[in-house]
């Protein structure tokens, strides 16, 4: 039994006796800082001589990058800005030219219009001329006409009412007198 406490009292123990924790244990402090300082200036080693190059390249590399985009963006804004003027002055000079286009359209369709008006005015009137012309020659054939109706009816009235008959001369003399 003896011999089972001694493993058991060994084993729990980790083999130490002390009772020490290792990293604490004052006698075992020269030979951690000996290899504090060899893994410290390993790791320093391999980042300043391969890690922070790269790093620092590729910083380089964006800020370039960055700085070229922000340069090209700045260089296309300034772009549309002048396209932006330049659509816009285009614009206005397109205005202005159809507004004289229009003012110079109208005009000659103004004067066209007016020529043609004259013209058809000049036709208008000879055809009033003509018609009134017209007019004139039918009233006075209606004129004659109702002179003869006038006179039968006439004719017709005395006959009717003194009972014999009267001569187309005499009630052409009658409405003679009567017209001046």
Avoid: C
Avoid at 35 to 40: K, N, S
């Amino acid at each position: 039994m003896a011999t089972t406490e001694t493993t058991e009292s060994t084993g729990a123990e980790g083999g130490h006796e002390s009772g020490v924790f290792p990293p604490l244990d004052a006698t075992s402090f020269p030979s951690q800082l000996f290899w504090l300082v060899i893994f410290f200036g390993a790791l320093y080693l391999l980042m300043s001589r391969m890690v922070l190059p790269k790093l620092g390249a590729i910083l380089t590399t964006r800020k370039a990058q960055v700085d070229g985009d922000i340069a090209r963006a700045q260089a296309l804004k300034d772009e549309t800005e002048a396209a932006v003027k330049h659509y816009e002055k285009a614009l206005a000079d397109a205005k202005a030219n159809a507004n004289d286009i229009a003012r110079d359209t109208k005009a000659k369709v103004s004067a066209q219009i007016d020529g043609e008006q004259s013209v058809l005015d000049g036709e208008l009137a000879k055809k009033i001329k003509d018609a009134e012309a017209r007019v004139a020659k039918a009233k006075a054939k209606a004129m004659e006409s109702v002179e003869s109706i006038a006179g039968e009816s006439a004719a017709d009235i005395v006959a009717s009412l003194t009972g014999g008959k009267t001569t187309k001369t005499a009630v052409a003399k009658a409405i003679a007198g009567i017209k001046r």
